[in-house]
């Protein structure tokens, strides 16, 4: 059961895409959910669906796997669409008791829907085509005007890289621990609340204590390999934007504006 | 009896990352024995024990104990997970140890009976049995782990690797136990192991996996007779056997019966 989070998985990929350098990457898709939150008419939604498909299709990630993430948010999308639906003022279709739907209402749950749909389809695109490794070295490189206000980039990156990287880890350590105390005989899914908050107490304690081990060991690891934080530090993968990355950012661009000029 | 007929089972099934680990595994598992099951790392071993006691569903086939079809986790198998210590969470070795049958339901008297008394076949000292267990030595808190899944009085004991990253002593001692488990109390037993030694010491029978599927069934001498086939699987057989095949002895493979046909020998 808990082997099906996907969000935020890398999926390797031979693609355009996925060789785009990761701060253009991070940027670009900053922008384009910028884009997603101005865009006000259907005309707009609909440039911007059609941009953000062929970017998918270039990404070469089945689209089932954009569908399963969507998945868990289908009741939020469902429910935000139904506000908006009964919220809006304009011409009435349909009306009953104090509930009526009008023709504005209509569109207005349905660019709601698009929007938070491109806005998942965005984000999911940059996990899946980026390595944690490439996420964490470009988020770096970009904190590190921050420099300037004493912000530790590295020792951030460093951080992000480390629990990215024991999320895996855990959630199998974890599946192991579940299965051995329903072994010893807890049920972890009859019962009410409290009775179930009860039966996590033998998995988290377990599994709190091997991860504290677990840090105590990577730590020293990490010592005895003459770690000493991001001082003088280089990286074994220099990033370089090449001239596919200032193509996309010009298209992006180039689209954000025309968006804003219609 | 555990029995399974064509039990298939695949992991993450209708995705990109779908795998099956057991595939179409015919198996009876008899009343008292001691089977031993060996393999190559992600030969299916362990899902293959996962089956046994409930705690995976088959996708194909189905599995019976006791001649009836296994849907929930069964208290009557016991499962010794690989590295058990892992699993301890209570502040006491009594309340660790107590925790199962708890959960089945038992209290009062009959809990500390029972607690006591597995207790004394794991030999954990009494003194302590009011301490944190997570202070204590590796080897303690293995007893400890599997006390814990003994308080239930299964039937059948699942052990995955019981003996991983004990020293010496701490091995052959476990290993004793488990032995004492199977000849004094009637537990049935299902040993997965690397170490060919403790295989050909405590089993009946062996069951080697290869890909998913079973590759050989059969008693010790069968399966250990397969020496190529064996090496080939990343498997091996006892050291102890190697050196007496070595001598010209090729149904030998303890230490115990090496002595017996050394001293025959010597005379």
Same mark, same amino acid.
């Given at each position: %059961?808990?082997?099906?989070?996907?969000?935020?998985?890398?999926?390797?990929?031979?693609?355009?895409?996925?060789?785009?350098?990761?701060?253009?990457?991070?940027?670009?898709?900053?922008?384009?959910?910028?884009?997603?939150?101005?865009?006000?008419? =259907?005309?707009?939604?609909?440039?911007?669906?059609?941009?953000?498909?062929?970017?998918?299709?270039?990404?070469?990630?089945?689209?089932? @796997?954009?569908?399963?993430?969507?998945? /868990? @948010?289908?009741? +939020?999308?469902?429910?935000?669409?139904?506000?908006?639906?009964?919220?809006?003022?304009?011409?009435?279709?349909?009306?009953?008791?104090?509930?009526?739907?009008?023709?504005?209402?209509?569109? @207005?749950?349905?660019?709601?829907?698009?929007?938070?749909?491109?806005?998942?389809?965005?984000?999911?695109?940059?996990?899946?085509?980026?390595? /944690?490794?490439?996420?964490?070295?470009?988020?770096?490189?970009? %904190?590190?005007?921050?420099?300037? *206000?004493?912000?530790?980039?590295?020792?951030?990156?460093?951080?992000?890289?480390? =629990?990215?990287?024991?999320?895996?880890?855990?959630?199998?350590?974890?599946?192991?621990?579940?299965?051995?105390?329903?072994?010893?005989?807890?049920?972890?899914?009859?019962?009410? !609340?409290?009775?179930?908050?009860?039966?996590?107490?033998?998995?988290?304690?377990?599994?709190?204590?091997?991860?504290?081990?677990?840090?105590?060991?990577?730590? &020293?690891?990490?010592?005895?390999? #003459?770690?000493?934080?991001?001082?003088?530090?280089?990286?074994?993968?220099?990033?370089?934007?090449?001239?596919?990355?200032?193509?996309?950012?010009?298209?992006?661009?180039?689209?954000?504006?025309?968006?804003?000029?219609? | 009896?555990?029995?399974?007929?064509?039990?298939?089972?695949?992991?993450?099934?209708?995705?990109?990352?779908?795998?099956? =680990?057991?595939?179409? &595994?015919?198996?009876?598992?008899?009343?008292?024995?001691?089977?031993?099951?060996?393999?190559?790392?992600?030969?299916?071993?362990?899902?293959?024990?996962?089956?046994?006691?409930?705690?995976?569903?088959?996708?194909?086939?189905?599995?019976? *104990?006791?001649?009836?079809? *296994?849907?929930?986790?069964?208290?009557?198998?016991?499962?010794?997970?690989?590295?058990?210590?892992?699993?301890?969470?209570?502040?006491?070795?009594?309340?660790?140890? =107590? +925790?199962?049958?708890?959960?089945?339901?038992?209290?009062?008297?009959?809990?500390?009976?029972?607690?006591?008394?597995?207790?004394?076949?794991?030999?954990?000292?009494?003194?302590? %049995?009011?301490?944190?267990?997570?202070?204590?030595?590796?080897?303690?808190?293995?007893?400890?782990?599997?006390?814990?899944?003994?308080?239930?009085?299964?039937?059948?004991?699942?052990?995955?690797?019981?003996?991983?990253?004990?020293?010496?002593?701490?091995?052959?001692?476990?290993?004793?136990?488990?032995?004492?488990?199977?000849?004094?109390?009637?537990?049935?037993?299902?040993?997965?192991?690397?170490? %060919?030694?403790?295989?050909?010491?405590?089993?009946?029978?062996?069951?080697?996996?290869?890909?998913?599927?079973?590759?050989?069934?059969?008693?010790?001498?069968? *399966?250990?007779?397969?020496?190529?086939?064996?090496?080939?699987?990343?498997?091996?057989?006892?050291?102890?056997?190697? !050196?007496?095949?070595?001598?010209?002895?090729?149904?030998?493979?303890?230490?115990?019966?090496?002595?017996?046909?050394?001293?025959?020998?010597? #005379?």
């Amino acid at each position: %059961m808990l082997r099906d989070i996907t969000l935020g998985q890398y999926f390797p990929r031979e693609s355009v895409i996925h060789r785009m350098d990761p701060r253009m990457k991070i940027a670009l898709m900053t922008a384009m959910i910028s884009a997603c939150l101005i865009a006000q008419n =259907a005309v707009e939604y609909a440039i911007l669906s059609g941009f953000v498909l062929a970017v998918v299709l270039l990404a070469r990630v089945p689209i089932s @796997l954009y569908l399963k993430t969507l998945k /868990p @948010l289908a009741f +939020f999308i469902v429910f935000t669409c139904i506000i908006n639906l009964f919220s809006a003022d304009g011409e009435i279709l349909a009306q009953w008791w104090i509930f009526r739907i009008t023709r504005e209402g209509i569109t @207005l749950a349905g660019l709601m829907m698009i929007r938070v749909i491109l806005l998942v389809f965005i984000s999911s695109l940059l996990t899946y085509t980026t390595s /944690p490794i490439q996420l964490t070295n470009g988020l770096e490189s970009l %904190m590190r005007p921050l420099k300037w *206000v004493r912000f530790p980039s590295h020792d951030v990156a460093m951080m992000m890289t480390i =629990a990215l990287r024991f999320i895996p880890t855990l959630i199998e350590e974890a599946d192991k621990i579940i299965k051995a105390q329903s072994a010893r005989g807890i049920d972890f899914q009859s019962g009410g !609340l409290i009775k179930r908050i009860k039966a996590l107490v033998p998995v988290l304690i377990p599994l709190f204590v091997s991860a504290f081990h677990r840090a105590d060991e990577l730590a &020293v690891a990490m010592e005895s390999r #003459c770690y000493r934080g991001g001082e003088g530090r280089t990286s074994m993968i220099r990033l370089r934007v090449r001239a596919a990355d200032w193509l996309a950012a010009t298209v992006c661009v180039a689209l954000i504006t025309g968006l804003v000029m219609i | 009896m555990i029995e399974l007929k064509n039990v298939t089972y695949t992991y993450s099934k209708d995705t990109p990352f779908e795998k099956e =680990a057991v595939a179409g &595994v015919d198996l009876v598992v008899e009343k008292g024995e001691i089977l031993g099951i060996i393999g190559h790392t992600g030969s299916g071993k362990s899902t293959l024990v996962q089956l046994m006691n409930g705690l995976l569903t088959p996708t194909k086939g189905e599995v019976r *104990v006791e001649g009836n079809k *296994v849907e929930r986790v069964l208290p009557q198998i016991g499962m010794v997970f690989q590295y058990p210590e892992n699993q301890i969470f209570e502040e006491t070795v009594y309340k660790e140890i =107590a +925790f199962g049958p708890a959960n089945m339901g038992m209290g009062g008297e009959e809990l500390e009976r029972r607690v006591a008394k597995t207790a004394e076949i794991m030999d954990i000292p009494a003194e302590i %049995m009011k301490k944190s267990p997570h202070f204590l030595s590796g080897g303690q808190k293995r007893r400890i782990a599997i006390a814990g899944i003994l308080a239930m009085e299964p039937g059948t004991i699942i052990f995955d690797e019981p003996t991983a990253g004990l020293d010496p002593r701490a091995k052959n001692h476990l290993i004793d136990t488990i032995l004492t488990l199977n000849r004094e109390h009637g537990v049935t037993v299902i040993l997965v192991s690397h170490s %060919m030694e403790e295989i050909a010491r405590t089993c009946n029978r062996i069951l080697v996996m290869r890909d998913g599927k079973v590759a050989h069934i059969g008693t010790v001498t069968e *399966v250990f007779s397969h020496e190529d086939e064996l090496l080939e699987m990343g498997l091996d057989i006892p050291e102890i056997a190697q !050196l007496m095949r070595r001598l010209g002895y090729h149904d030998c493979w303890t230490v115990e019966q090496a002595t017996e046909k050394l001293k025959e020998a010597a #005379c």
